[in-house]
């Protein structure tokens, strides 16, 4: 059946490619596309009202018309792209009913800004970015310390993009500073709409970083953006999986609106996940096209620049706190541009001055749930000893839509220098949760809590030696800590290795 379809799938591609060479068939291909494009954009327009409870036509037949059509055109665009995945994990696991989605709605003029997000550049600047309706609105943000009272004025960029026959507004990225660190700065967007407000991370520690992975938008996620917003924190780490829009474009506008009031305020720094891709058999072809365009991360900035948006660097706390965004989507075999990085990256890293290193991917290395079974190891595989020689204190992943904690390990036995792994997948996606753990799986020894439940995790480095993570689950109005785990920082087993080494050395 798989093999069908990708023989399918290839067979669509050729004759594609054979029909775009035919200049009379191209205009038949042309007309097709602008069916399709007044189809997709009436049945997104329909599914967008519904969810905000208005009428699309005014009249209850005519929703129930459209209503119909829009929901099996959805099912027809993301039936292909579901075949595709489900061609790479066949018996994937199937998932409890999906909640609603919470769709946000931008009543403002086309000018205004939407979708503020902010992330972290280098050691004392930030990237302020957001999205008009209007393409024509200046890249602009100004800024300063007290409300109203802006003393500085920086200018950006902005870009757009098309995916098939959606056309993003503009884009806009504009990076602010030098700024000082603890410190609230007010700023505004494109000299027109509201005012925003951030705080930038502490230059020492201690610092406290929220984990939430595979967020997604609905009631769900709304829960889990509460309680993580019900409590301070200095910046936000999200392993993949952001939108879930899955092709439908106007849902990453929506997931934007729905993160602005957090994401505005304290940066998240983000990586990508599977739903990021977002390629479709026979319309599009190049991965990442929204997610790069819209969650641009400092990936050309600071000491350590990767060259792509897919994995990447920064220091925290002043570099006490070294943090590796690796991409489980991008190539990471040896020879790969994403290794070689890695390993400058690494290398670069002096644990007398940076007690603490983190990293975030997204498929999980080491998983006791049913789902996503074994899709990390080629990545494990590839890459595990590199984190282990650097010791590398935790590994946060997502994918898989559970809270998972393991002991410190290496190849598949307890290792006390090798990193803590948790897989915290349990934002709050359409798709629910991952129900079932395997009882005697190989893992089952190493993983010391399992459960199936959405919430949020915490990461506070309180010195150079000690940290506590806790995860809080969405328990309905408040979030409820159910594991919390002390950890001291490798920093030290790793010059305890060199101490030995270097005796040896002395032996000999
Ligand atoms: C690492 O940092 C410490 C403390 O700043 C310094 O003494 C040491 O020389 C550094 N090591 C390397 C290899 O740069
Ligand atoms: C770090 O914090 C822990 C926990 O509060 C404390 O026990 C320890 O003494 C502190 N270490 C240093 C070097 O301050
Ligand atoms: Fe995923």
């Known amino acids: ?140 943000v100004e800024y300063g310390k007290s409300p109203g009272k802006y003393t500085t004025l920086a200018t950006g960029e902005h870009t757009t993009y098309q995916y098939f026959f959606y056309k993003s507004g503009a884009i806009h990225h504009v990076t602010i500073g030098p700024l000082e660190p603890s410190t609230t700065y007010y700023y505004r967007c494109g000299r027109a709409g509201d005012e925003f407000s951030l705080r930038t991370p502490p230059a020492t520690l201690p610092i406290e970083f929220v984990v939430i992975g595979d967020l997604g938008q609905t009631g769900w996620t709304a829960s889990t953006l509460s309680h993580i917003g019900a409590a301070d924190y200095d910046m936000l780490l999200l392993p993949g999986d952001l939108s879930y829009a899955d092709t439908q474009q106007p849902l990453w506008d929506s997931f934007g609106r729905l993160v602005q009031p957090l994401a505005s305020a304290r940066p998240w720094m983000v990586t990508e996940g599977n739903h990021e891709i977002e390629t479709l058999p026979v319309v599009e072809f190049a991965p990442f096209v929204a997610y790069n365009a819209r969650w641009r991360m400092p990936y050309d900035a600071g000491d350590s620049p990767s060259g792509s948006n897919l994995y990447y660097s920064f220091d925290a706390a002043g570099g006490a706190a070294h943090v590796v965004m690796l991409g489980s989507y991008a190539p990471f075999e040896e020879g790969s541009e994403q290794r070689r990085w890695l390993e400058r990256d690494l290398a670069r890293v002096n644990r007398s001055r940076t007690p603490w290193l983190l990293v975030l991917l997204h498929a999980p290395w080491y998983n006791t749930n049913e789902a996503h079974q074994g899709e990390g190891d080629r990545m494990r595989r590839a890459m595990e000893k590199m984190l282990y020689d650097a010791r590398v204190d935790v590994v946060f992943a997502g994918h898989v839509h559970a809270y998972e904690r393991f002991a410190r390990i290496y190849d598949n036995e307890a290792d006390s220098r090798g990193p803590m792994y948790i897989t915290i997948g349990d934002g709050g996606n359409r798709e629910g949760l991952a129900l079932r753990f395997i009882k005697d799986h190989k893992s089952s020894h190493l993983s010391l809590f399992q459960e199936a439940s959405f919430g949020h995790g915490r990461l506070r480095i309180v010195n150079e030696t000690s940290a506590v993570w806790s995860w809080h689950r969405n328990d309905d109005d408040h979030a409820t800590v159910r594991d919390e785990v002390w950890l001291e920082s490798l920093a030290a087993a790793k010059s305890a290795l060199a101490k030995t080494a270097r005796r040896h050395a002395d032996e000999l």
């Open 1 to 140: 059946m798989c093999k069908m379809a990708r023989v399918a799938a290839a067979l669509i591609r050729v004759m594609f490619h054979v029909v775009a060479v035919a200049v009379p068939v191209k205009s038949l291909a042309g007309v097709a596309k602008v069916a399709f494009a007044l189809i997709n954009q009436r049945c997104l327009g329909y599914m967008d009202q519904a969810a905000l409870g208005r009428s699309y036509t005014g009249t209850f037949c005519g929703d129930a018309l459209v209503g119909a059509m829009a929901h099996s055109w959805r099912i027809l665009v993301q039936g292909l792209t579901s075949l595709m995945f489900l061609c790479v994990h066949a018996d994937e696991y199937v998932r409890p009913p999906p909640s609603p989605l919470v769709l946000v709605a931008h009543d403002k003029p086309a000018s205004h800004p939407q979708q503020v997000h902010i992330s972290v550049v280098g050691a004392n600047n930030m990237r302020i970015s957001w999205v008009t309706d209007d393409r024509k609105a200046p890249s602009v």
